[in-house]
């Protein structure tokens, strides 16, 4: 038996250590008290028995699934913790219940939609864990959902496709919603092809296609663990099958080492914080942690399991097993890495058993690891940390053996031959080329200057020449590139990277070629591209509060200053990879827009908190005193661009008159200027990291003449009584993003109620206009692209939006799209309204990126600034940007029409 795993004991033992140590365990046992009774019997047999019919009583199947689920979850962590039942138990148990669970899930749908159709036409694909049984206790399922069209049942007109996307969205939320009785099963569904513009539901011939000829390196590797979970089983084989070539090549792929390796070493980088062996550890991504268990194990089976058809095995011991005794891996490795897998998985669920969450990390706080400690039947989280020690650090040790880089430098490619691989490529830029060249080998640019960095140069120099000749155009390629290589401090880890994840070659032509900011940004932190490694890095990103809890974490020994390094870190790669995907037309524009406006405010709220408390250590706090920040212009509307600064209020609760409690004492009014001042310095002031954002205040009440930061009292006085027109207009996209809930919704209401006060229309109409004449005369536009200043663009879009809103009081969103929606909606304007900000404000965030100053952009970007802004061709574009500048004066001259005397002044 493996040192560390539960020795056989009392169900009532395990109860015990699970009301003690596990909230959601001591939940569940509290609901289920017909269950719980069965285990304190030590009946297992009969407690799993129960599971399968513990949801008789049911409503619907979605209610008995989950009060399965519930019961199961409790029987399995009760026999696992009495080693009662083993991991492998667990886990098949899990696997299968997930199968079931799918299965019953789409009959109930079958049933519901189409009554007197066979179940067939739709299959399920298992992947990663669970299409290896090996669902851990708290996991997601990933599944790949493939239809048949010509099987799939329809009803009336409805299409296959819209019928597999119905059922594929019904499944994921009969088994992903929440309810009094919990979930089935979390489901991400980002492992299928471009998951971000693809169906949810892929036709099977089409998914074919895509991994014959499109697929990724880590798609491959995802398909070891591959099998069809349910559904039409007949359809899922046929599936797999074909694509089996794809998966299993004949070759032998000795690449995936080097490759995996590089992957290894920039994910340990990049989880960094959980790398360090003890509290905090990440059992998962750790150096020696699961994941590397089991990349030492797939390397293997992608470079052998294609002639060895017995290698192909989806479960990782099994794997390993196989491996050994077809003499491809040591057995004694293979022996210890198995053994090691068992332990952490075992670890793992005592983590997750505690509240029900998908972690994988060892809890920073002693308390908390003592009570995984004590609920594995262990004295302390020492113990649990020593029990792990060994294993951790004789995987670590195994897999870096294995990722050890070979001596493998290549020799510098002579000039003759170099001229030879230019001709060939056919590049009209050949000779300048070759003289960049000439100039990078020379030793007088700084990033080239050592051996190992003209060694990572030389290793990429062909793939370079290759990215250059095929860019969409290579004499900007050529141009950014060189100045790239001219900015870097040191190549040698960029070199590196293009050269282990060669399909980030591609990336960098279209960056060189399209996206000058985004070059820009690369010859300053080369280290950007680091954060396109993992698949997810262009997903769009995930909520504020997901984003700032990244953007948080810190390392022992960290202070505020590492603080604004690492969040200055963390944005610029968020960023950077939001216009890597624009570039690549993964999103729609104004869903990157939204992107970058939760990036932005994560950044406010980590920031924001990191200085208070900072600031409080030297000045205390003010009783009662209570800061806010209120966003404005496109970060208040949640659709900021690349360039955008962030229009900011910075507003506080309590008595002014106050003074704060710390070593250092300020009055009420001069300490949350002082703070405010600190946290724009926080997220302006460049550091060793770079910069973060320009931060603008100027929106304040009473401008750069007032206070830095006001009392809500005076700011709802100064709205109410002093402010301009402008004012309100900019509040209309006022959103508090920074303040305790409370005080947030608030400020909202009271922003809602100094809108929506009573106007005369004509003073309103003429304020606006004379506002937007003296925006004509001081800030003509940049060219003719200026999607803002042209005549119609945004700005003249903006006001007459900002006008009716001030004048009827209604649509009062801060985000633009909504409110313009429910002006149409109300009849205050036409619908093409709508289409003209969809369009021009996609076509700003791209030209942000690919045409900042506002001109005509190369021939050879055209077409991607027009997918971009959702147009199919540039001529397209240029017809629909001419129809919405148009349809916004028309809009302007019925409601902001000019004055008699100014065009009397104009005769």
């Known amino acids: 038996m493996i040192a560390g795993l539960p020795e056989r004991t009392t169900l009532q033992d395990a109860l015990q250590r699970a009301r003690s140590h596990a909230p959601f365990l001591a939940m569940a046992m509290q609901v289920q008290p017909e269950l719980t009774d069965l285990l304190a019997a030590e009946d297992l047999d009969g407690a799993l028995d129960y599971c399968g019919r513990a949801g008789e009583g049911a409503d619907n199947v979605r209610q008995k699934l989950r009060q399965e689920k519930r019961a199961l979850a409790l029987t399995l962590a009760i026999g696992d913790l009495a080693g009662q039942l083993s991991l492998t138990d667990v886990t098949n148990r899990l696997s299968d219940f997930a199968d079931r669970a799918l299965d019953e899930a789409l009959a ?173 550890f990440d059992l998962k991504r750790g150096r020696g942690g699961i994941r590397e268990t089991e990349f030492y194990a797939q390397m293997h089976q992608l470079i052998f399991g294609g002639r060895q058809p017995d290698l192909r095995v989806p479960a990782t011991r099994d794997a390993l097993a196989a491996l050994a005794q077809a003499g491809r891996i040591d057995k004694d490795k293979a022996t210890a890495l198995a053994e090691s897998y068992e332990l952490y998985r075992v670890i793992e669920h005592r983590l997750q058993m505690v509240d029900d969450q998908q972690t994988h990390s060892l809890p920073d706080e002693a308390a908390m690891l003592d009570r995984v400690a004590r609920l594995h039947g262990l004295e302390s989280g020492e113990a649990l940390l020593d029990l792990l020690a060994p294993h951790v650090e004789r995987v670590g040790r195994i897999y870096d053996d294995l990722i050890e880089p070979e001596d493998s430098a290549r020799l510098p490619i002579d000039e003759a031959k170099l001229v030879a691989l230019l001709a060939e490529k056919k590049l009209l830029e050949a000779d300048a080329f070759l003289q960049a060249i000439k100039r ?19 290793a990429i120099l062909p793939e370079l020449v290759d990215v250059i000749a095929t860019a969409p155009n290579s004499t900007k390629a050529l141009a950014r590139l060189d100045s790239l290589i001219g900015q870097l401090p040191t190549a040698i880890n960029f070199f590196r990277i293009l050269e282990a994840r060669p399909g980030l070659l591609e990336k960098l032509g279209q960056i060189l070629s399209h996206a000058p900011v985004l070059a820009d940004a690369l010859s300053r932190r080369a280290e950007l591209f680091d954060g396109l490694i993992d698949a997810s890095a262009l997903d769009l990103p995930p909520s504020v509060e997901e984003l700032a809890d990244q953007f948080s974490r810190t390392e022992p020994g960290d202070d505020y200053q590492m603080l604004l390094d690492r969040v200055r870190a963390r944005v610029g790669e968020k960023r950077f990879a939001l216009g890597v ?83 250092r004492p300020l009055g009420g009014t001069q300490y949350f200027n002082r703070l405010t001042a600190r946290i724009v310095t926080a997220l302006s002031v460049p550091t060793a990291a770079g910069p973060l954002y320009e931060v603008d205040t100027r929106l304040r009440p009473s401008g750069t003449q007032g206070p830095l930061a006001v009392t809500l009292e005076s700011f709802y006085k100064y709205q109410r009584e002093s402010a301009w027109t402008w004012e309100h207009m900019a509040l209309t996209r006022a959103r508090p993003v920074y303040g305790n809930a409370e005080d947030r919704e608030q400020l909202q209401s009271e922003i809602g109620e100094i809108l929506k006060k009573d106007r005369e229309a004509e003073d309103l109409r003429k304020a606006v206009r004379k506002m937007r004449l003296d925006i004509v005369e001081h800030k003509p536009p940049k060219g003719p692209l200026d999607t803002k200043l042209m005549e119609g663009g945004l700005v003249d879009w903006e006001f007459i939006v900002h006008f009716l809103q001030l004048k009827t009081g209604e649509a009062l969103h801060p985000q633009l799209g909504k409110a313009v929606r429910a002006l149409v909606d109300a009849g205050h304007l036409d619908e093409d309204m709508v289409t003209a900000h969809d369009l021009m404000s996609r076509l700003l965030v791209a030209l942000r990126l690919m045409s900042p100053d506002c001109d005509y952009p190369p021939e050879t970007s055209r077409a991607l600034i027009a997918k971009a802004a959702g147009q199919q061709s540039w001529d397209a574009l240029l017809d629909g940007y001419d129809q919405a500048r148009q349809c916004v004066i028309d809009a302007w001259n019925r409601h902001l029409r000019p004055d008699p005397d100014e065009i009397l002044g104009d005769i």
């Open 108 to 280: 109930d749908i079958y049933a519901t939609r189409y009554p007197d159709a066979p179940l067939e036409g739709f299959s399920i694909i298992g992947l990663g864990k669970h299409g290896s049984r090996e669902l851990n206790y708290s996991s997601d399922i990933d599944p790949i959902f493939i239809y048949d069209p010509e099987k799939i049942p329809v009803r009336g007109r409805e299409e296959p496709s819209d019928a597999a996307r119905r059922i594929g969205q019904q499944l994921v939320e009969a088994l992903n919603s929440r309810d009094a009785d919990g979930y089935v099963f979390r489901v991400d569904m980002r492992l299928r092809p471009s998951p971000e513009v693809s169906p949810v539901a892929l036709p099977v011939e089409a998914a074919i296609s895509y991994y014959e000829s499109s697929a990724l390196a880590w798609e491959q590797a995802a398909y070891i663990r591959s099998r069809p979970a349910a559904g039409d089983q007949h359809l899922g084989r046929y599936f797999l099958e074909t694509i089996n070539p794809f998966v299993w090549r004949r070759s032998l792929d000795y690449g995936a080492i080097r490759n995996i390796g590089s992957v290894t070493a920039q994910i340990r980088d990049h989880y960094a914080a959980g790398q360090k062996f003890g509290p905090g």
């Open 440 to 458: 990078w080998r020379s030793g007088k640019v700084t990033a080239l200057r050592s051996a190992a960095a003209q060694e990572s140069f030389e």
């Open 581 to 663: 995907q624009l570039i690549e037309g993964r999103h729609d524009a104004l869903d990157i827009s939204a992107g970058y406006a939760r990036v932005a405010e994560a950044a406010i709220q980590v920031l924001a908190d990191a200085t208070i408390s900072e600031f409080e250590d030297v000045h205390g706090k003010i009783a009662g005193g209570r800061l806010l920040i209120l966003a404005l212009g496109r970060l208040g509307g949640e659709a900021l661009t690349h360039a955008s600064d962030l229009d900011l209020i910075f507003l506080f609760a309590g008595d002014h008159s106050a003074e704060s409690d710390g070593k």
